[in-house]
């Protein structure tokens, strides 16, 4: 039996489903997912261990037209991500229009289709009939040429596995890349400041999602005892009138993302966790290069 290994990664405008259906294909949460656009900001990779083929997907930011340094840092990470994998998938959701950003980036991904296979994968088909998915997919025949295309709904699981077996068989023949039972090759503290900043967001108002970084200062076991992690961070937001939308009256808001980020985080680890988190105001961080450095983009 041959075996396959190598890279995917899903691409498409912000919240066009990316994540989520990393989530699927892997069948645990590493991804972030979460309802404000722009969250994932590293190629976080889930692996998928088959029999037959090890299948990493990369998880890139979404590409946009950025405004700030940040937003020009994350576009690079996208490009070099997509020039280093063997096959792309281009994500539309079934409910939304074709639209200019999805025409921007299939301009972009024709630059790469000559060596990369793009599959087209129209995602959420549990928000949209029968109708809405078919017209979709032939609004994207006119976008560019596919390698394939696919209809499928992370959620209720609809040809989740079909896009997966559509992936696989674009990789190279090779051994694993990854020992069995790793399911992403990010560092522990990278998911765990992710979730944190996830949990940080639900909820909140537009006007915050591109200013929350997080940092985890340490993660370290509890002296005396090994069923506890103690695991000390940061939230850093650009404007003290941001730190009070997060710290929410009599410190209630920041209460709720700690309980929430550690259930998240305990269900990562498989450990009790004590989060320890803390608000700091970083002065229009996303627009210095230096302040970008070290909260680690």
């Not at 070099?80 to 959701?93: L, N």
């Not at 992936?167 to 069995?180: F, K, N, S, T």
């Not at 404007?239 to 009599?250: A, M, W, Y």
């Amino acid at each position: 039996m041959t075996h396959r290994s190598g890279f995917a990664c899903f691409v498409g405008r912000p919240n066009a489903g990316k994540s989520t259906l990393t989530n699927a294909l892997v069948g645990t949460k590493i991804a972030i997912t979460s309802s404000k656009p722009q969250t994932t900001r590293h190629a976080i990779r889930g692996i998928v261990h088959r029999p037959d083929a090890q299948l990493v997907i990369v998880d890139t930011p979404g590409l946009h037209r950025p405004r700030t340094v940040l937003g020009e840092r994350l576009n690079d990470v996208v490009y070099s991500t997509w020039s280093e994998v063997d096959v792309v998938g281009f994500c539309v959701p079934a409910n939304e229009k074709v639209g200019p950003g999805d025409r921007f980036i299939a301009g972009e991904l024709r630059k790469i289709a000559k060596r990369t296979p793009v599959v087209g994968v129209v995602t959420k088909t549990d928000l949209a009939d029968r109708k809405q998915i078919a017209d979709q997919l032939l609004a994207l025949q006119e976008v560019m040429e596919f390698a394939e295309l696919i209809p499928v709904s992370a959620v209720d699981g609809f040809q989740v596995k079909q896009l997966e077996d559509l992936l696989v068989a674009r990789l190279p023949e090779g051994p694993q890349l990854y020992p069995d039972g790793d399911l992403t090759d990010e560092p522990e503290q990278t998911l765990v400041a992710e979730l944190i900043r996830e949990a940080a967001l639900e909820g909140v108002r537009d006007e915050l999602p591109h200013s929350i970084a997080v940092t985890v200062e340490e993660m370290l076991p509890r002296e005396g005892r090994d069923d506890l992690l103690d695991v000390h961070a940061f939230l850093y937001v650009e404007r003290p009138s941001q730190k009070g939308i997060i710290l929410g009256h009599k410190g209630e808001r920041l209460r709720t993302v700690g309980s929430e980020a550690r259930r998240h985080i305990e269900a990562l680890l498989g450990t009790k966790v004590y989060l320890d988190l803390h608000v700091k105001v970083a002065k229009d961080w996303q627009r210095d290069p230096k302040q970008l450095r070290r909260l680690g983009f």
